[in-house]
Nanobody
Framework: QVQLVESGGGSVQAGGSLRLSCTAS????????MGWFRQAPGKEREGVAT???????TYLDSVGGRFTISQDNTKNTLYLQMNSLKPEDTAMYYC?????????????????????WGQGTQVTVSS
């Protein structure tokens, strides 16, 4: 089972930027669907962005044009660049990986299709 460790969360004002990182314990390129999910207090965990083994990406509608998912395969690291942050982006952000759920990689549902998860990193956006 791949191990995932996130970093890069923090507190910013609305309109600011953050970059989240997720380092995997094994080589994931061409093998795993990698994704970012978030969960706000009292809400269900939702998919934010995913990247398929072939490099195709999917975004939650509300973050499209503001967030960018990417990966550096030389470092086994997944990134989420978040620009123009809004207070509604406040949540715990999780990195996830799954080698055997191609449909869920595109739909980002169900979240339970993803078998490996990081511990999460908090993002807080103040108005």
């Amino acid at each position: 089972q791949v191990q995932l460790v996130e970093s890069g969360g923090g507190s910013v004002q609305a309109g600011g930027s953050l970059r989240l990182s997720c380092t995997a314990s094994t080589y994931t390129h061409y093998r795993y669907c990698m994704g970012w999910f978030r969960q706000a207090p009292g809400k269900e965990r939702e998919g934010v962005a995913t990247i398929e083994p072939d490099g195709s990406t999917t975004y939650l509608d509300s973050v499209g044009g503001r967030f960018t998912i990417s990966q550096d395969n030389t470092k086994n690291t997944l990134y989420l660049q978040m620009n123009s942050l809004k207070p509604e982006d406040t949540a715990m952000y999780y990195c996830a990986a799954e080698p055997r759920a191609p449909l869920s990689c595109v739909t980002m549902r169900p979240v339970t299709a993803f078998g490996a998860w990081g511990q999460g990193t908090q993002v807080t956006v103040s108005s």
